[in-house]
C-alpha cells in the first residue's frame, strides 16, 4: 500500500516558524525548558506524513525562528563594536542566520515519510537526527555549538545524565519526550504510545537518581580564589593612551585579592604582547610570590622563533604554564579569506584579529600544585574539546570577554554553556569576564558565587578541587553519537523493506 504524501502549505510554516521562534525561552535566561519540549511537539505534529522535501523546508522555517531570537546577540557584537551600519549589521546577521537554518534542516532531507509516518520509528528517528544536526552545526565551517536544547536542562532532573551523555544525550531525551507529546497529541491511537510514555517517565526519573551519584572525588581542601571583573570598556581597552590606567587599575583591584591561593584576570586583560610587558609582569609575579598566590592572566603572546601570535592564558607568582587557544572565532580572532576582506569594511579589522590557533595537546596550567584545565572564551561551548583537557585536572578554568555581546542574552547563554562543562566533566569552574558573568561554579554544574554584570568588581569565594574523571570524561559526545548513528541505519534498512513515495 503507497504511503500518503502530505504537500506542505504555508500556515504549518508559519506554524514552524512560530514554534522555533519559542525554543530559544527554554534556555538562558528564560530557563523555561518544558517551553523546548513544547516546540519540540509541535515540530514534530508538523512534520507528520511530509515528504522529503516538505520536512526539509518546514524545519528550515523552524530553524530560521530558533536562529534569528535565539542568535539576535550577533547583531550586538557586529553593529556595536564591529562599527559595521545598521544595514550592513542586518545583512550579515540575516544570512548568518539562513546559513544556519540550512544547516539546521539538512539532517531532516532523510525525514521522510517512510520515517515518520510510524511512531514507534518517529520516537527514535527524530531524536537522533535532531542530535546528529547539533553535533554536525558544533564542527562544520569551524562550528556554532550554540541553542543546544539540552542546555535548558542543566537544572531540570535531565541534569543527571549529563556527566554519562554530555549536552548532547539530553538534548536527545528531550526530544524524544517532545516527539511522545506530539504524537500523543496527534494520534488517534494513545494506548499505542502508553510504553513510550512510561519510557520518558523513566528517563525522567533515571536522571533525578543520577543526580545522587558522585563521579568525582575532593582532592585537596578547598582553595580560596579571588576574581578580578575590570569591565574596561571595548573603545578604552584597546586605546594605547589608556594603557597605563588600565595597569594601575588592575594593581588597585587585585592588590586585595593576594592574599588568596588564586586569583585570576579575563581574557586578554592585559591588552599588549607578553613580551612587551615584561617589566609589568616581573613586577606582578614576584608580589604574587610573596603571599603565596598563583596569579593567572589572559594576555595576547607571540612566538619569537614563527612570529605567530596566540590568545593565551599565563601563569605568575605560584602558577606555572600556559595555555594557547585552539579553536578560534571567524573573524573575530581571524579573518578567513583575510587577502581578500582585510581592510573591506572596519568589522573585519577588529583589534586581536590575527591570532593562530594552539596546538592540539597543551600541558595544564598548575597553581599550588592543582592542576587547571583551561578554555578562553567560545572554547567552552564545545563540549568534547573541554573534556579532552579535562579528565586529569583538578579545576576548570575559563576566561572570557563577553562585552562583545553587549547587554544581551548572549552573555546568559555562554554562562549556562560554561555550567554544563562543569557538571559533565565533575570538576568545579572559575569563570572570569571582563564585565559578566564572573562566577564559582562547583562540581554538580550550581553556582557558588558571582557578582553583579557590566560593572567594575572582585569576586571572592571558595571551590574544593576534584579528581577522577565521569563517563562523559572518558568517550565523550561518542557513545549518543553512535546510538544515534545506529538508530537512523536499523530505520534506514527497514524504511528499503517498506518503499514509500518519493516526496
Known amino acids: 500500500?503507497?504511503?500518503?504524501?502530505?504537500?506542505?502549505?504555508?500556515?504549518?510554516?508559519?506554524?514552524?516558524?512560530?514554534?522555533?521562534?519559542?525554543?530559544?525561552?527554554?534556555?538562558?535566561?528564560?530557563?523555561?525548558?518544558?517551553?523546548?519540549?513544547?516546540?519540540?511537539?509541535?515540530?514534530?505534529?508538523?512534520?507528520?506524513?511530509?515528504?522529503?522535501?516538505?520536512?526539509?523546508?518546514?524545519?528550515?522555517?523552524?530553524?530560521?525562528?530558533?536562529?534569528?531570537?535565539?542568535a539576535s546577540w550577533i547583531y550586538v557584537s557586529i553593529h556595536d563594536y564591529g562599527q559595521a551600519s545598521v544595514l550592513l549589521s542586518l545583512?550579515?546577521?540575516?544570512?548568518?542566520?539562513?546559513?544556519?537554518?540550512?544547516?539546521?534542516?539538512?539532517p531532516f532531507i532523510f525525514y521522510g515519510p517512510s520515517l515518520n509516518r510510524l511512531p514507534g520509528i518517529t520516537l527514535l528517528v527524530f531524536p537522533s537526527l535532531w542530535v546528529l544536526g547539533e553535533w554536525f552545526r558544533g564542527w562544520v565551517f569551524s562550528g556554532f555549538p550554540w541553542l543546544y536544547l539540552g542546555y535548558g536542562h542543566i537544572d531540570s532532573w535531565l541534569s543527571g545524565w549529563a556527566p554519562i551523555t554530555g549536552v548532547l544525550g539530553l538534548s536527545w531525551i528531550a526530544v524524544f519526550c517532545g516527539s511522545v507529546l506530539g504524537l500523543t497529541a496527534k494520534s488517534k491511537k494513545h494506548r499505542s504510545l502508553g510504553p513510550a510514555l512510561c519510557c520518558a517517565l523513566l528517563l525522567w526519573l533515571s536522571g533525578w537518581y543520577l543526580q545522587t551519584v558522585q563521579w568525582t572525588k575532593a582532592a585537596s581542601e578547598p582553595l580560596s580564589i579571588g576574581l578580578l571583573q575590570p569591565a574596561v570598556p571595548l573603545g578604552v581597552k584597546w586605546d594605547q593612551n589608556k594603557l597605563l590606567q588600565i595597569l594601575n587599575q588592575y594593581r588597585e583591584d587585585t592588590n586585595p585579592l593576594l592574599k588568596?591561593?588564586?586569583?585570576?584576570?579575563?581574557?586578554?586583560?592585559?591588552?599588549?604582547?607578553?613580551?612587551?610587558?615584561?617589566?609589568?609582569?616581573?613586577?606582578?609575579?614576584?608580589?604574587?610570590?610573596?603571599?603565596q598566590t598563583s596569579l593567572i592572566t589572559g594576555i595576547p603572546t607571540q612566538d619569537p622563533r614563527s612570529g605567530l601570535y596566540y590568545n593565551s592564558v599565563i601563569g605568575l607568582g605560584n602558577a606555572s604554564g600556559s595555555y594557547h587557544k585552539q579553536h578560534l572565532v571567524?573573524?573575530?580572532?581571524?579573518?578567513?579569506?583575510?587577502?581578500?576582506?582585510?581592510?573591506?569594511?572596519?568589522?573585519?579589522?577588529?583589534?586581536?584579529?590575527?591570532?593562530?590557533?594552539?596546538?592540539?595537546?597543551?600541558?595544564?596550567?598548575?597553581?599550588?600544585?592543582?592542576?587547571?584545565?583551561?578554555?578562553?572564551?567560545?572554547?567552552?561551548?564545545?563540549?568534547?574539546?573541554?573534556?579532552?583537557?579535562?579528565?586529569?585536572?583538578?579545576?576548570l578554568l575559563t576566561v572570557s570577554n563577553d562585552t562583545w555581546f553587549g547587554r544581551s542574552i548572549g552573555p546568559q547563554q555562554h554562562f549556562q554553556m560554561a555550567r554544563m562543562r562543569a557538571l559533565e566533566n565533575g570538576k568545579p569552574l572559575i569563570r572570569?569576564?571582563?564585565?559578566?558573568?564572573?562566577?564559582?561554579?562547583?562540581?554538580?554544574?550550581?553556582?557558588?558565587?558571582?557578582?553583579?554584570?557590566?560593572?567594575?568588581?572582585?569576586?571572592?569565594?571558595?571551590?574544593?578541587?576534584?579528581?577522577g574523571t565521569t563517563p562523559f570524561g572518558k568517550r565523550g559526545s561518542i557513545p549518543i553519537l553512535m546510538i544515534s548513528l545506529i538508530i537512523l541505519l536499523i530505520a534506514a534498512w527497514h524504511s528499503f523493506r517498506r518503499p514509500s513515495s518519493p516526496d
Open 1 to 70: 500500500m503507497e504511503l500518503q504524501v502530505k504537500k506542505p502549505d504555508l500556515k504549518g510554516h508559519i506554524l514552524a516558524l512560530m514554534f522555533g521562534l519559542v525554543l530559544p525561552l527554554s534556555l538562558a535566561p528564560f530557563d523555561g525548558w518544558p517551553i523546548g519540549i513544547l516546540s519540540i511537539a509541535g515540530l514534530v505534529m508538523l512534520l507528520q506524513n511530509l515528504g522529503r522535501s516538505g520536512c526539509f523546508w518546514r524545519s528550515f522555517c523552524f530553524g530560521l525562528g530558533m536562529f534569528a531570537s535565539g
Open 260 to 291: 588568596h591561593d588564586i586569583v585570576v584576570w579575563p581574557e586578554s586583560a592585559i591588552p599588549r604582547l607578553k613580551h612587551e610587558m615584561s617589566d609589568y609582569l616581573s613586577t606582578l609575579a614576584t608580589e604574587a610570590k610573596e603571599t
Open 432 to 467: 572570569a569576564t571582563n564585565d559578566g558573568i564572573t562566577a564559582l561554579v562547583n562540581a554538580r554544574g550550581k553556582v557558588v558565587s558571582t557578582i553583579p554584570s557590566y560593572n567594575r568588581g572582585t569576586l571572592e569565594g571558595y571551590l574544593t578541587p576534584f579528581r
Open 91 to 106: 545583512l550579515l546577521i540575516s544570512l548568518f542566520v539562513l546559513l544556519l537554518a540550512w544547516l539546521f534542516a539538512l
Open 330 to 395: 571567524p573573524f573575530g580572532e581571524y579573518v578567513p579569506f583575510e587577502q581578500w576582506l582585510r581592510g573591506a569594511i572596519a568589522f573585519f579589522d577588529l583589534p586581536m584579529s590575527s591570532f593562530s590557533p594552539g596546538p592540539d595537546t597543551q600541558e595544564p596550567i598548575v597553581a599550588n600544585g592543582i592542576t587547571i584545565a583551561t578554555a578562553i572564551c567560545y572554547e567552552i561551548a564545545f563540549p568534547d574539546l573541554v573534556a579532552k583537557s579535562a579528565g586529569n585536572v583538578n579545576l
